[in-house]
């Protein structure tokens, strides 16, 4: 037999293959993180326009009415209470400030365009399945907007409390492009 033949059905050797599978690992582990901030940013995104479409809604009310609507408060002027108990009260203010704004006819086909997980015609919420929260006022632990009133969401870690994560309606709009 001759030994030149064999030489053909040579295989890939194990550094070779390493080397392939470490190179699949690292596109596999570049392509996750660049999906989760696509994903980021379009929660990011999709939140802070369902928050300027509410701020806008509000300024037609109150043009509107010549006062904002009366809503149940989110938070209380003395004592912070703990976060599940403002869950409670941002699924309360919510209902109040959905109904208020139907009953005007002011979000008549401004959410058509949305999920139901963003609003079902009862509760308008964020990306991340918590209430958007209406202020009637400004609040040190929650934010202050020169105008008074606004709009904000907990944001991605579902907090009210934490404010470097919560996205606010004062926030510079989003960019249609």
Not at 47 to 58: P, Q, V
Not at 62 to 84: D, W
Not at 139 to 158: L, Q, T
């Amino acid at each position: 037999m001759d030994r030149g033949t064999s030489a053909g059905r040579r295989g890939f050797t194990l550094i070779e293959t390493m080397t392939a599978v470490a190179l699949l690992t690292i596109a596999l582990g570049l392509m996750v993180s660049l999906s989760r901030h696509v994903r980021a940013a379009s929660a990011d995104g999709l939140t802070k326009e369902i928050l300027h479409r509410l701020d806008a809604a509000m300024a037609m009310y109150v043009h509107q009415n010549g006062s904002i609507p009366t809503v149940a408060p989110f938070i209380g002027e003395q004592q912070v209470p703990p976060e599940t108990q403002l869950r409670r009260s941002a699924e309360r203010n919510n209902e109040a400030f959905v109904r208020a704004l139907k009953s005007a006819g002011l979000l008549n086909g401004k959410f058509d365009d949305l999920s139901v997980a963003y609003y079902d015609e009862a509760h308008v919420r964020d990306a991340w399945d918590s209430p958007i929260v209406f202020m009637s006022q400004m609040h040190p632990a929650i934010g202050m907007n020169p105008k008074g009133w606004f709009f904000f969401s907990a944001g991605p870690d579902r907090l009210y409390l934490t404010r470097d994560d919560n996205l606010y309606s004062y926030d510079q709009p989003v960019v249609q492009q």
